[in-house]
DNA sequence: ATAAAATATGAGTGAGCACTCACTCAGGAG
DNA sequence: CTCCTGAGTGAGTGCTCACTCATATTTTAT
């Protein structure tokens, strides 16, 4: 028995822990006789700090979600659109790459899960998305981008960033094929800024 | 009891019943007891025509990759390369959509077991990947499309592409929002082609 | 018609797993 | 020091679920 720890800093060990081996094996095939094992505490430890597996998950959810987005879709006077663009670009891809595993489990469970699946569109797709929506709107009011439905043009770029994200974190494709963060950034930003400026 | 039937066929009953009962509530949260009632049979005779439940799995996900690719990336003399995007665009998705249920069971068992991510990276995302890109390579030899990584570049069209089929097919977004299938194919070409010809 | 083979059935079985609880003990208060 | 509180422990519990098998029924062969 030990002690060296407060309870809240136990707590952070068996979440963390339970995220790992949530990340290893998905929600449902890890137990919670592993998860003690990871954590290297006792099995009946987790249950006092957690009511049950579930909150585990709910738990590591709510973490994901605090995450600041701190490059935003905010036109200034003298940045061109191709810098703000490459800001958040690179600031969303950094922020997944960081919470991979955890939005990795999020995702995982969003496609069977109702509840889930409703806090994922929420509170990562929509929250992605409208912000997006409403900086291209205006650019389109200014006339420096094409009048292309707006919200399917953003989803466009959510997909393009996405299937990177999705490639080397979910799927573990580096393995196979391994892209250069940047390459794929100016890749994305030339194709797409021409693309929603049109030609000429 | 009844023998209505022959063994293939209700093989295959059994295997469609496990299809539906799978996309509902993903592999491990689905018990044989459903997929027998799902499959109007008793317990017992699931194990007659498969091993085990990981034997349904296995027997769907090889159902998906039979699946033809009819609109192939084929440079012809008399078609501008927007109509042969389209095709094969138009292709992919409708593919995609009838296959949605057993897709996302695969996708979603993918991302957490090691020999069905090998089998998803080959035969789903390389198949679809490597004729385009040599498609891509060739216009670029032709001078019609700009010199990006056509890895890259492929992929950011599958990117767009694919964001969609996980909106509306794996996540159920069309309950908050609503594409049209049409002005998505447009949207999709009209950036990409401008994007990947590059301005003027 | 009868035997043999194939197929269907569902109660039964055992393994695995989330969760409990009676007990242990570390650390703090007085 | 003594007592008390509450975190830690792990064997135990009850339930779920994949899979089995003895038996029943239908089909096929002779």
Redesign the pocket.
């Known amino acids: ?5 407060s ?1 809240a800093e ?1 707590r952070r060990e068996i979440l963390q822990a339970a995220g790992r081996v949530f990340a290893r094996k998905g929600f ?9 094992r990871e954590a ?16 585990l998950l709910i738990d590591l959810v709510a973490s994901v979600l605090t995450e600041p987005l701190t490059a935003v879709w905010k036109r200034s006077e003298n940045r061109p659109v191709e810098e703000i663009l490459r800001d958040v670009l690179r600031n969303r891809l950094a922020l997944f790459r960081e919470n991979a595993p955890l939005l990795k489990i999020f995702f995982a469970e969003a496609l069977f899960r109702e509840d889930l699946r409703d806090r994922f569109i929420d509170e990562v797709v929509l929250r992605a998305a409208t912000a997006a929506e409403a900086f291209f709107r205006e650019e389109q009011a200014r006339g420096s981008l094409r009048p292309v439905n707006p919200q399917i043009a953003v989803r466009c770029l959510m997909g393009m960033l996405g299937i990177f994200v999705v490639w080397s974190e979910f799927l573990g494709g580096d393995k196979y094929l391994r892209f250069d963060d940047e390459a794929v950034l100016d890749t994305i930003i030339s194709i797409y800024l021409d693309g929603v400026r049109g030609r000429g």
């Open positions: 028995m030990k002690r060296s720890v309870a136990r449902e095939r890890s137990t919670t006789a592993e998860i003690a290297g505490v006792a099995e009946g430890t987790i249950f006092r700090h957690f009511e049950t597996k579930q909150a």
